[in-house]
């Protein structure tokens, strides 16, 4: 079993791979951490290698990008033993089935805040995932 630590390049993003980490100390298990990349995001990438090079981006050098900002996040915590995984397509989807795929014992998240009403308008990784996902979350309060 593994912990998975889900992030993104937010600040607090360290925050959830140390929780992970002790976790992971505790129950004697893996950290991985995992960085999903949106389809718009790899659109946009895309569109960039093509208008600089006049060639498209193979899909593992973007699954690459996305592990190199999950190692980034992994080399501002003290989890230096955390294994980097980079994932494309729906964040929350993407984390939900990373967890279960490689039966996790806990995920770990950070929300932010934001009111009903922006939940509603632009929705909520974090609260899809949580209300989806068959592995407890672990959810990191955020400052």
């Known amino acids: 079993m593994v912990i998975v630590a889900a992030v993104d390049r937010s600040e607090r993003a360290p925050k959830i791979v140390e929780e ?7 129950f004697d298990e893996s950290v991985e951490v995992i960085h999903v990349l ?4 790899f ?9 600089d090079t006049g060639s ?20 501002q915590s003290s989890a230096d033993d ?39 308008l632009f929705g909520s990784v974090v609260q899809s995932v949580m209300l989806n996902s068959d592995v407890p979350v672990v959810s990191v309060r955020s400052e």
């Open 38 to 41: 949106t389809r718009s995001k």
């Open 43 to 51: 659109v946009d990438l895309e569109r960039t290698s093509v208008n």
């Open 56 to 75: 498209s981006i193979p899909t593992n050098d973007i699954l690459e990008i996305a592990e190199d900002l999950a190692q980034e996040v992994i080399d």
């Open 82 to 120: 955390a294994t980097p995984v980079g994932l494309l397509g729906d964040p929350a989807d993407e984390v939900v089935n990373y967890a279960e795929d490689n039966d996790a014992s806990y995920l770990v998240i950070a929300g932010r805040k934001r009111s009903p009403v922006g939940k509603a």
């Open 20 to 26: 992970a980490h002790k976790l992971g100390e505790a």
